[in-house]
Each structure stands twice: as structure tokens, then as C-alpha cells.
């Protein structure tokens, strides 16, 4: 009998419809996952083929920020804007990498910008800034993200110095 009872009282102590606990609901585990991601922060950037080569993650980045600009200053150096806008020395180009790896470009101007055609200029950068190397999508959680950042691009660089041959 004694050994029915302990029994009995085991049994009882791990029956689980005594202990139920409340499990959170699909929706109620999401939200809250979705709340500790931080979207701000990518876990890889977008990369060029060049810029794959490199284990730190800060210098793939800088790897990927020089090259971009550097390709669209390339693509903006054989153009008229210069011609057009002389005071126009530098300009901002906001920059969107899909997930599917397409790229757009859209300048941005200040706010004061009324002495520039922005329409014009807005043309004439997205006439020329087309066939980019194929760029790989940030990386957010193992899936390709969005991503937009702003990049200075120099138009052309000022002059400063006067040949000797000038001077004579």
C-alpha cells in the first residue's frame, strides 16, 4: 500500500493538467521578436565584387563607399554639368540598393537650391549613371534588405594652383 500511495503522489505531482502554463500565441512571439531587431542596423552592407575579398566588415564598407563614388564620378566627369553649373562643385547622390541588387540614384539638393534646374540635373544623373557592376544587397537576419545611404560625389575639383606657364 505504501508503495501505491508514493505512487499515487508522484503521479500527481507531475500530472500536467495541474501545471498548465499559459503558452504565448504565435502573433504575441512575433511582435515581440520584431521588437528586439534593431532595422536601423544591417547585419552586412552591400557589397561590389572588388570589396568581397575583405574579412572586416568596416573596411568592406569603406571598400563599397569609395568604389561607388568613384564610378559615379567617372560617369558625371564626361558630362555638362560642369559646363552648365560651374559653381556646382559637389553634389550629394542618395543612393538605394534593392534586394533584387538594382540600384537607383536620385540627387539631393539643399533646400535653398532655386539657382539650380534640379529637373535638369535630375535628367542628366540618371542619363548617366547606368550600367553599375552587379552590387549584392545588404543582409538583414540572412535575407537581402533595402538599403539607402548618401554619398558626396566631386564634381570636379577647383584649382587653386597657377602654372608657371600661366604666370609668363
Given amino acids: 500500500m505504501k508503495r501505491f500511495s508514493l505512487f499515487f503522489v508522484f503521479i500527481s505531482l507531475n500530472s500536467c493538467q495541474y501545471f498548465e502554463k499559459q503558452i504565448p500565441s504565435e502573433k504575441e512571439l512575433l511582435q515581440k521578436e520584431l ?19 575583405i574579412n572586416d566588415k568596416s573596411q568592406r564598407q569603406q571598400c563599397f563607399f569609395e568604389i561607388m563614388s568613384r564610378l559615379i564620378q567617372e560617369k558625371l566627369d564626361i558630362d555638362t554639368l560642369s559646363i552648365l553649373y560651374p ?3 559637389t553634389i550629394e547622390v542618395k543612393v538605394t540598393v534593392f534586394p533584387n541588387a538594382t540600384l537607383e540614384f536620385e540627387p539631393q539638393f539643399p533646400k535653398d537650391s532655386v539657382t539650380y534646374d534640379t529637373i535638369k540635373i ?6 548617366r549613371l547606368i550600367d553599375f557592376p552587379k552590387v ?32 609668363k
Fill in 87 to 89: 559653381e556646382l562643385d
Fill in 122 to 127: 535630375d535628367s542628366i544623373l540618371r542619363a
Fill in 35 to 53: 521588437k528586439s531587431i534593431n532595422w536601423k542596423v544591417v547585419d552586412e552592407y552591400p557589397s561590389l565584387p572588388d570589396c568581397e575579398k
Fill in 136 to 167: 549584392n544587397p545588404a543582409i538583414k537576419r540572412g535575407i537581402p534588405v533595402k538599403s539607402q545611404f548618401i554619398l558626396p560625389v566631386i564634381l570636379k575639383e577647383k584649382k587653386n594652383k597657377l602654372n608657371e606657364k600661366d604666370l
